[in-house]
């Protein structure tokens, strides 16, 4: 369990799923989700390469979204990273970057990685200022980056580099 000033992270457990089911029975929120949907089922998909949580307000422990590291490749030291809020009201006051801090900090920290990327809707502006908040920046843009209901979506890649690797990057 790791704790911020408003938000808490906890393990995802498998009663938690219904909350899931629910916040992403939202069409909205399934698209930004994309590929990554953690299911108990799979054991949060592959439990050594994947890792889940729920995002509590620290006041009244209210569950307000979940978010995660997918993909790790300790050898590469790299995975990527996912973040919903299924609560669309408390979309707006900082709980997303405040939940990517802890889990980058843990990544880093407790897990030793190097470099964390994830994918974003090119339209989702809110969710590109929410990385930019925390250090992400945008490394590339795909033209097609996913299959959406039929149809090609533009996507934008953005990356952040622990701080102890920083200083080391050769161009
Ligand atoms: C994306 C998400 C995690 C961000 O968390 P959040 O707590 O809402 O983020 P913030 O409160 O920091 O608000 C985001 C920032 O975007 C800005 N913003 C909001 N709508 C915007 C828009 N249409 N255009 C540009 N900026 C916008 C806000 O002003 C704020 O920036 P500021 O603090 O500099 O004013 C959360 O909104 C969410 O889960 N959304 C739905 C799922 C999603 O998109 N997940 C990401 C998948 S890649």
Same mark, same amino acid.
């Given at each position: 369990?790791?704790?911020?000033?408003?938000?808490?992270? !906890?393990?995802?457990?498998?009663?938690?799923?219904?909350?899931?089911? &629910?916040?992403?029975?939202?069409?909205? +929120? &399934?698209?930004?989700?994309?590929?990554?949907?953690?299911?108990?089922?799979?054991?949060? &998909?592959?439990? @050594?390469?994947?890792?889940?949580?729920?995002?509590?307000?620290?006041?009244?422990?209210?569950?307000?979204?979940? =978010?995660?590291?997918?993909?790790?490749?300790?050898?590469?030291? $790299?995975?990527?990273?996912?973040?919903?809020?299924?609560?669309?009201? =408390?979309?707006? !006051?900082?709980?997303?970057?405040?939940?990517? &801090?802890?889990?980058?900090? #843990?990544?880093?920290?407790?897990?030793?990685?190097? !470099?964390?990327? +994830?994918?974003? #809707?090119? $339209?989702?502006?809110?969710?590109?200022?929410?990385?930019?908040?925390?250090?992400?920046?945008?490394?590339? @843009?795909?033209?097609?980056?996913?299959?959406?209901?039929?149809?090609?979506?533009?996507?934008?890649?953005?990356?952040?580099?622990?701080?102890?690797? !920083?200083?080391?990057?050769?161009?």
């Amino acid at each position: 369990m790791f704790s911020g000033e408003r938000v808490v992270l !906890q393990p995802l457990a498998g009663n938690d799923h219904p909350l899931l089911r &629910r916040w992403l029975a939202d069409r909205e +929120l &399934r698209k930004y989700a994309g590929r990554w949907r953690p299911s108990p089922r799979s054991g949060w &998909r592959d439990p @050594r390469r994947d890792e889940a949580f729920l995002i509590l307000l620290r006041v009244g422990n209210r569950p307000i979204g979940f =978010c995660g590291l997918f993909g790790i490749s300790f050898d590469e030291g $790299t995975a990527e990273l996912g973040i919903v809020l299924g609560e669309r009201d =408390c979309w707006g !006051q900082g709980y997303g970057p405040e939940a990517v &801090r802890l889990l980058l900090d #843990h990544a880093y920290r407790n897990r030793g990685l190097r !470099q964390i990327s +994830l994918c974003v #809707h090119a $339209t989702n502006r809110r969710a590109i200022r929410a990385y930019e908040k925390v250090g992400f920046v945008p490394e590339c @843009r795909l033209r097609i980056g996913r299959w959406l209901f039929g149809r090609g979506v533009e996507m934008i890649v953005m990356s952040s580099v622990a701080p102890a690797e !920083q200083k080391e990057i050769r161009r």
